[in-house]
């Protein structure tokens, strides 16, 4: 996969905990309780006592020690205000004294005498914890996140379907589940967090479908009225699309290509139906969209080039035409797809003018190295392998001091640095290239990403060349796990063959057959042609294998074609 900057780590980094919402406090007709505002299963309780009864029940409720909502709201407040200044341990303070109260065993509402019902309670607990959990996740302390929020979770999901909080319950579910797919996704577990935010994004959008059903069922009245309904629907409508952008984001990190587009796509439509002014939101899922439809798997470099151009038109606006730092992304943006449809002069000055903003007195970004690398590529492409060298030299230097080497643009980085070593003929420079390239992409992505099935295959085809076959067989059965992981059975079918290849080439007969017999496997259950390459070689060297058999010919003896 293709990377600079702009196209992948400036949306990528961005890890959107769901911070700690304002403390939305239920009035009384929320409530399920009577006229005088007390529950009604405790009212019906009380009338089974007597007149001593209910007196000495009375002198025991003045030893229960009580709260008000009020007080809890002061002090979630209270913790908003700190954890938004970045004081984080007095967050953490304000949010558990607030806990504390809820646990008393009368919480009075702020309307109205009545008390706290169950489901309310529960509400707010689960609200509380979720604010914890991105505490801890602030603080990076994972283990304590993950606690807090699964027991908000578990709070959340105890509210009945029929309470008048199961609305609220939803949205504090869904950012929990988020922040939780955040903690996985911190700790490169790409997989649950997935899994977390595609159960976030059903929790939405029951949210969406159960607000559309209770005003359906309601009669309007006022166009005051109206404008809160419309108002609360587009808030859920940008919490799904926020959603949904970081599905997308997940699925694009594990080559996901094709759903990340779908997601994508539909993140864009829900943003226009809220809203069709672009904002900066939109620009940011116009590049996303871009990104994903530039990649080399997909190809739509035109819809790319139309998606970049839009964001550079706007950014420019708001400057004046001139060349401000802010384009500077939109223009390395363009300059890659340009290099992707073979306009590599166009690429090569447009990249030249991004490094002259980027290094006229503002100091070096990412973008800077967005910037070399884009010209690397494109006086690569012209065949100027020295001159593109250097260029990927510098922004490798660049992205040592603003980023770290363990970074998926220097992951770009030493790709590109291997495709032109293995052009120049210089093999044990572009292994090195390739093994860094590894090392980057498992610190971000982790070990079991679909993204290192490639290079792992790569070097594997880089130590057949210097006719190490041990390690070449050791590195494509990496790239073929890698592919079995993920179900990928077209990539296994492949990688079983090139494994039965290289031993044939080592005289282990036996490892080879059974190799092709998996590869023939794999291609059925893929669905692949028989005119496909890699069945073709399959089915041949299987043949010439049960012929063999059928003529009684010593296996040492056969020659396999």
């Not at 702009?6 to 919402?21: I, L, N, T, Y």
């Not at 008000?68 to 558990?96: C, H």
């Not at 640095?417 to 003929?425: Q, R, T």
Request: glycine share 6%; with cysteine.
């Amino acid at each position: 996969m293709e990377y600079t900057y702009s196209q992948f780590e400036g949306d990528a980094q961005r890890e959107p905990v769901k911070s700690p919402r304002k403390w939305k406090v239920f009035a009384k007709k929320f409530g399920k309780n009577t006229a005088d505002g007390t529950d009604r299963r405790d009212a019906s309780t009380n009338r089974e006592y007597d007149e001593q009864s209910r007196e000495s029940a009375t002198r025991e409720e003045r030893k229960v020690v009580t709260a008000e909502e009020k007080e809890i709201s002061l002090l979630n407040d209270k913790g908003n205000e700190f954890f938004v200044r970045g004081e984080f341990n007095g967050a953490l303070r304000m949010y558990s004294e607030a806990l504390k109260l809820l646990k008393n065993p009368v919480v009075k509402v702020e309307s109205g005498s009545g008390m706290m019902d169950a489901a309310m309670r529960r509400f707010h607990t689960a609200r509380l914890l979720v604010n914890i959990g991105a505490v801890h996740i602030r603080r990076e302390c994972y283990e304590d996140a993950m606690s807090s929020l699964e027991l908000s979770i578990r709070s959340s999901k105890l509210i009945p379907e029929k309470s008048a909080h199961y609305y609220r319950s939803l949205e504090v579910l869904s950012d929990a589940l988020e922040n939780l797919g955040l903690v996985y996704y911190k700790e490169k577990d790409l997989v649950i967090s997935l899994a977390m935010y595609n159960d976030a994004l059903d929790a939405r959008r029951a949210c969406l479908d159960l607000l559309e059903q209770k005003w359906k069922s309601r009669l309007i009245k006022s166009k005051n009225e109206v404008r809160k309904i419309n108002e609360e629907k587009f808030a859920c409508k940008m919490e799904l699309a926020s959603t949904v952008q970081q599905i997308a984001l997940l699925e694009e990190r594990q080559g996901n290509i094709g759903k990340a587009i779908e997601r994508c796509e539909e993140a864009v439509a829900l943003r226009k139906e809220v809203s069709p002014e672009v904002d900066e939101s939109s620009l940011t899922l116009l590049n996303a969209l871009g990104r994903l439809y530039s990649h080399r798997s997909v190809g739509w470099y035109k819809e790319a080039l139309n998606n970049f151009e839009k964001v550079y038109e706007v950014k420019s606006e708001l400057h004046d035409g001139e060349d401000h730092i802010d384009v500077v992304p939109s223009i390395n943006n363009i300059a890659y797809v340009h290099g992707e449809l073979g306009n590599h002069r166009q690429c090569l000055n447009l990249s030249d003018r991004a490094i002259d903003i980027c290094t006229t007195g503002r100091g070096i970004s990412k973008e800077t190295v967005a910037a070399y690398t884009n010209k690397g590529y494109a006086l690569y492409s012209m065949g100027d392998n020295q001159e593109a060298l250097a260029a990927y030299k510098l922004a490798l230097d660049f992205l040592s001091k603003c980023a770290g080497d363990t970074d998926l643009m220097g992951a770009t980085l030493h790709q590109k640095m291997s495709e032109v070593y293995m052009d120049m003929g210089h093999v044990d420079d572009a292994i090195s290239s390739i093994e860094s390239l590894i090392e980057a992409k498992t610190e971000v992505l982790g070990g079991e990403s679909k993204e290192l099935a490639l290079p792992f295959k790569e070097l594997g085809d880089c130590y057949e060349m210097t006719n190490e076959l041990t390690l070449c067989i050791k590195c494509h059965t990496r790239s073929l796990r890698i592919y079995k992981h993920h179900n990928d059975k077209e990539g296994a079918a492949k990688q079983h063959n090139k494994i039965a290849g290289i031993h044939k080439k080592k005289g282990n007969r036996e490892e080879s057959i059974d190799h092709y017999m998996a590869a023939l496997w794999h291609s059925r259950e893929a669905k692949l042609p028989s005119t496909d390459p890699t069945v073709a070689d399959t089915i041949k060297n299987v043949a010439a294998f049960q012929n063999s058999q059928n003529r009684g010919a010593n296996p040492e003896e056969l020659v396999y074609v």
